[in-house]
């Protein structure tokens, strides 16, 4: 009686050492797990360490596929977005006086480069804008670039405008934007010129010829330290990023 006894007790120990197997709580570790970055650079408002001088951190593929960098660029715990931030005292790139986290399209390893009259180019960004920065409350979220501005997604204050280079209020699309309104940003360049669509409804159609085009998806914040306080990493524009697509035929 008393082996038996032991011999059971024995057992039980055992099998309570044994760990249970549990479901997984996280789906995602990084933002490449949520959204697809094939194409795409990040640039982030930070300084490079492996450079000399102050120069922004660009991460490439295949880095980017397992990269992350919080706060700036990271997955949100429920896996179904991917939240870029940038702070009014954010390292800039060369030539513009505001920083950025944000993806710049990329094609073969190397920049994207189209033109506005050969081929239909779409980006479709399901997203939110969850934070502004204070005094110059001014964020871009989504760009169709080619060295300078062509359109973008920009909102000042509670408006959400179309902009078209340096009219940043060409179009008003949505004149009572609040924080972490989930909206879609789509832009078709096509035949010398671009169709903005925000929830798939056509907003604005700007003629427009030229080359060297690409996409940007992200967070472009619209303030510095010269016009935006406090001048810290607390003060700062954010966007959440929930599904990307880019195609071109």
Not at 88 to 94: E, F, K, M, R, S
Not at 103 to 125: D, F, Q
């Amino acid at each position: 009686m008393f082996v038996r006894a032991l011999l059971a007790t024995t057992l039980l120990a055992a099998s309570a050492a044994v760990p249970t197997a549990t479901a997984a709580t996280t789906a995602c570790s990084t933002p490449g797990d949520v959204l697809n970055l094939a194409n795409w650079k990040l640039q982030l408002p930070v300084d490079d360490p492996n450079q000399s001088g102050t120069q922004v951190l660009e991460i490439s593929q295949p880095r980017l596929a397992g990269y992350e960098l919080n706060p700036w660029f990271i997955d949100q715990p429920n896996c179904n977005g991917v939240r870029f931030r940038n702070a009014v005292n954010g390292v800039t790139t060369p030539n513009t006086t505001y920083a950025r986290s944000e993806l710049r399209e990329m094609r073969n390893g190397s920049g994207a480069s189209w033109s506005s009259t050969s081929g239909v180019h779409t980006m479709i960004i399901d997203q939110a804008i969850t934070h502004r920065p204070n005094t110059k409350p001014q964020v871009v979220a989504g760009q169709i670039h080619n060295g300078n501005d062509m359109a973008t997604f920009r909102l000042d204050g509670s408006s959400l405008y179309v902009t078209d280079e340096n009219n940043t209020r060409y179009k008003l699309v949505d004149g009572n934007y609040t924080l972490g309104k989930r909206f879609q940003a789509k832009f078709v360049v096509s035949n010398g010129s671009i169709k903005a669509y925000y929830n798939n409804m056509l907003q604005a159609t700007i003629p427009k010829s030229f080359t060297g085009g690409y996409f940007k998806a992200g967070v472009y914040t619209q303030a510095n330290c010269t016009n935006s306080s406090p001048c810290e990493t607390s003060n700062y524009g954010e966007t959440i990023v929930y599904n990307l697509t880019v195609t071109h035929s």
